[in-house]
């Protein structure tokens, strides 16, 4: 069974920056791919970013392209979301997810994204 464990959420002004952490235990074949969803309170969630863990191959929504960046610590099994110049509309909770195909475990789906972590709170004010 895979368990994320999120972890870095915190509330900081508008161009600042987070390291979101994903620990991640049980991974196996079944999940090659982790991700990061987002919702935000009224909104849809979105997809926004995935890594695939053979080779580091990476793939972000235009929106967080140039600002945001995931990596994967294979020695301590943990992902890692850095995020920097937030802005307004980054707030939101976000979620580690995994999942068995890259980079389709940030789509959410429960067969795409059968691997969730409880979600860790993000809020950027202007």
């Known amino acids: 069974q895979v368990t994320l464990v999120e972890s870095g959420g915190d509330s900081v002004q508008t161009g600042g920056s987070l390291r979101l952490s994903c620990v991640a235990s049980?991974?196996?074949?079944?999940?090659?791919?982790m991700g990061w969803i987002r919702q935000a309170p009224g909104k849809e969630r979105e997809g926004v970013t995935a890594?695939?863990?053979?080779?580091?191959?990476?793939h972000y929504r235009d929106s967080v392209m140039g600002r945001f960046t995931i990596s994967h610590d294979k020695t301590k099994n943990t992902v890692y979301l850095q995020m920097n110049n937030l802005k307004p509309e980054d707030t939101a909770m976000y979620y580690c997810?995994?999942?068995?195909?890259?980079?389709?475990?940030?789509?959410?789906?429960?067969?795409?994204?059968?691997?969730w972590g409880q979600g860790t709170q993000v809020t950027v004010s202007s």
């Open positions: 997810t995994a999942g068995p195909r890259f980079p389709l475990c940030m789509m959410g789906t429960k067969s795409e994204s059968p691997y």
């Open positions: 890594i695939y863990l053979g080779d580091g191959t990476t």
């Open positions: 049980g991974v196996t074949n079944s999940a090659n791919c």
